[in-house]
């Protein structure tokens, strides 16, 4: 049994701002069910939402700040939760780094410094917890002074730094460096320096012992200079150390199970998958027909998800005998460009602006297809829904998209390993012929169907993903 402490400054449901927090949440519970003693750390935010019991397990100077240690259960589940309390730093009700003009808050170097060094003296176990981690698993730049702070420790635990995505990456002023009061040991450009400024990802690249991130082609783009925002000299450096994981999806995204859809089905009940079809049409003003093509996409309104290159052949799109169901909230513009074709073509076309949990999984019960064409992508999760919903995704040819579709080719439908559809070029005219490949295929049922199986089939649980992690967390002892 390994003892592995497990840093984060987010975990669903106790706070959330995106990705991270659901693998922050369902990591440590697969690996908790793996026997393994994992313990939480974040910091404990004035907008945590929490619901067990919380008390007082130890109190210690960080600077000039005293902090207190408090413990909790994550929430139904075992899994113990230290939360690094200062109110100073951490008190504010709302989101967890901007404030509510989305600026990042002006401290928040100082913010996640005291962080980092809270979670080393943990590490260390220097704070009566009696309990020293075999492994610290850091995700993200708000945890990346945790290795490169324990590298200065006589017999510091191994480190393991995951990175969620590459575009965040905790960059402030050099100046920060002597506010933070940094061992000047690294501040060097093998160190957390770049270019005059200091970078918190940086810490976690350079000085972990391992390096992780959430998809084997994301690892090897983030060395690129398009994916690797400058640090892809240090990445490419640490190559053999540099492994991608791909992230598992929660048991509840899944449609024998799911009670938030219309109808409930599974592989040898597929027929009845239409039911949920219909009941989408109906929500959303479409009208009924079983037989019609319908596409889904759930996504942030952003570049990053290729919102344009839809955008781009959406007429001719809808020129096709289709419907497409968009639900999402992001970029104004991308909202508005939409919701002007929704409203040109309310017959083929629904789209709802706004954050809905349920309307999401009827999008996925309900489709036959499903469009993800990012730009980049370091794991995604639609995708992964998608196939086990049957609803088979149209995704590009990037990161985690890249590594969970099985493109539909002669072979993959043959040998029956065909899952999807996959395009290469970043443009409208790729992703418009492959949603056509798609359609052709729609229109020939028992091949559709074949290849629906093959999706629902896959293994994408979180399971199988954290015995990859306790593998690597073996493999560095
Ligand atoms: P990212 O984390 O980059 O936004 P992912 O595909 O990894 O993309 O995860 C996105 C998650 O957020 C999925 O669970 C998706 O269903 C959900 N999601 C995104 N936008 C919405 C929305 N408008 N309504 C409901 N769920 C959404």
Not at 59 to 69: A, K, T
Not at 442 to 449: A, L, N, V
Request: hydrophobic residues 40%.
């Amino acid at each position: 049994m390994k003892k592995i402490l497990f840093v984060t400054s987010e975990a669903h449901p106790l706070i959330k701002t995106g990705g991270l927090a659901d693998v922050s949440s369902s990591l440590p519970k697969a690996l908790a069910d793996l026997g393994q003693d994992v313990r939480l750390i974040l910091p404990n935010y004035g907008a945590l939402k929490l619901n067990n019991e919380v008390h007082l397990r130890s109190e210690f100077p960080i600077g000039s700040y005293f902090v207190r240690l408090l413990e909790t259960k994550l929430p139904d589940s075992a899994v113990t939760v230290w939360l690094v309390d200062c109110p100073a730093y951490f008190g504010m009700v709302g989101n967890p780094y901007v404030d509510v003009f989305g600026n990042a808050y002006a401290n928040n170097a100082d913010r996640f410094a005291l962080f980092c060094r809270a979670v080393s003296e943990v590490a260390m176990n220097r704070v009566e917890l009696n309990w020293k981690p075999d492994i610290v698993h850091c995700n993200d730049w708000q945890t990346g002074l945790v290795p490169a702070l324990l590298s200065l420790e006589y017999q510091c635990p191994p480190t393991i730094f995951t990175i969620h995505n590459m575009a965040y990456q905790g960059i402030f002023g050099g100046l920060v460096a002597s506010i933070l009061q940094l061992p000047p040991q690294l501040l060097s450009q093998d160190g957390l320096e770049f270019h005059g400024m200091i970078s918190f990802i940086k810490g976690g690249i350079a000085y972990a012992d391992k390096v992780t991130t959430v998809s084997p082609t994301y690892a090897q783009e983030i060395q690129t200079a398009k994916f690797g925002y400058g640090l892809e000299g240090l990445l490419t450096y640490r190559n053999d150390d540099l492994i991608g994981i791909i992230n598992g999806i929660d048991a509840d995204w899944n449609p024998e199970v799911d009670s938030l859809i219309t109808q409930k089905y599974a592989v040898d009940s597929l027929s009845e998958k239409v039911q949920n079809k219909t009941a989408l049409q109906i929500r959303l003003n479409l009208p009924v027909d079983e037989n019609i093509f319908t596409l889904g996409l759930i996504s942030r309104l952003v570049e990053q998800k290729g919102i344009d290159l839809l955008l781009d052949c959406l007429s001719e799109l809808l020129s096709l005998p289709v419907q497409i169901v968009i639900l999402g909230s992001g970029d104004k513009d991308f909202e508005h460009r939409l919701s002007q074709f929704a409203a040109a073509y309310p017959h083929k076309m629904a789209l709802t602006l706004g954050y809905n949990e349920t309307l999401a999984h009827l999008i996925e019960a309900g489709c036959d297809a499903f469009l993800m064409p990012s730009r980049f992508e370091p794991c995604g999760l639609n995708q992964m829904y998608s196939q086990r919903y049957g609803a088979l995704p149209i995704v590009r040819n990037t990161g985690g998209l890249a590594d969970t579709v099985i493109d539909t080719l002669p072979i993959s439908l043959a040998n029956k390993t065909a899952t999807g559809f996959i395009f290469e070029e970043e443009n409208a005219g790729a992703l418009f012929e492959t949603i056509k490949r798609a359609l052709v295929l729609h229109s020939i049922p028992d091949t559709w169907r074949q290849l629906q199986i093959n999706a629902m089939t896959r293994d994408f649980s979180w399971t199988n993903s954290a015995k990859q992690y306790l593998n690597l967390y073996e493999s560095i002892e």
